[in-house]
């Protein structure tokens, strides 16, 4: 099974590796001006490997399987489905394009209803689903793996997300304060277990909601230390850590997750706390 991939990548065409164990990492080439955050599978997703010598992190051989170049503009987001049949790779083109990992990536279906280019993706437990945001503002739905435009609402209420990073939605709503538009948030992760949601933001912020996250206002707690804008963030595999990255500051942060129940902290709400505390 092909083991990473690249979240927020802005790269023009998509290479997928296989690691070979014990040889250096290598990973796709993008430009050194714009922080990524790679994300992998979970047998492989942020854990440290070791060799026979503890010191000593176990470096992969990042093999190429296939080499894809099916749109002009950059890829911007990109997800293997749950079941790891699928990779719905989301450009500025306003295009997903559907690829079947048996079929060594072959190109399956195309999501193409967008106005403006692909900001975030989420799939659906079952595979088959897939939600869509854009930098119109617009939240859209279609099924899998065709890319067919999803619009019966019964049906979309019905569906159960496996992940949650997209920025638009009701189940988001209370993450905007007021004045902000579409571009404040960058990115957000659900984390189901604990019902709460981390995001990270145009202000230096990482910020924890509940979640769902419904009405405008929300309380939430938030961390500084990143210099400049969040660019993503995102929850460890147990989800006991989350992992931001800067933009202009170029760097990765690592915070631990510490339940509510257990700090008997302060939550605050959008319109307190300046000089809240962590």
Known sequence: ?????ASRLMLKSLGIYTPTPKRK?????????????TQCHQDLARKKGRSNNEDQPLLLDMTEVVHIKDRKE??????????????????????VDIYAVAQRYKKIGECSKSSSFITHIDWSM???????????GERLFYKMPSGKHLTSKDEIKGIHWASWTCVIGPEVNGIWPKYTNITDVNSVDGNYS??????????GFVKL??????????KFRKYAGHSAHVTNVC????????????????????????????????IETASQGKNDHF
């Open 1 to 5: 099974m092909t083991s990473c991939i």
């Open 25 to 37: 990492l290598f990973c796709p080439e993008q430009p050194h001006h714009y922080p990524a955050f």
């Open 74 to 95: 950059v890829i911007h987001e990109m997800k293997f489905s749950p079941d790891g049949s699928y990779l719905a790779v989301g450009s500025n083109d306003g295009l």
């Open 126 to 136: 079952d595979s088959k689903f897939l939600q869509t945001n854009d930098g119109a």
């Open 194 to 203: 604990s019902s709460v949601l981390v995001t990270g933001d145009d202000f």
């Open 209 to 218: 909601f509940k979640f769902p996250c419904l009405k405008k206002g929300a």
């Open 235 to 266: 929850w460890s595999h147990d989800f006991q850590w989350v992992l931001s990255t800067g933009g202009a500051d170029h760097s990765v942060f690592q915070w631990r997750f510490i339940p509510e129940s257990v700090t008997n902290g302060i």
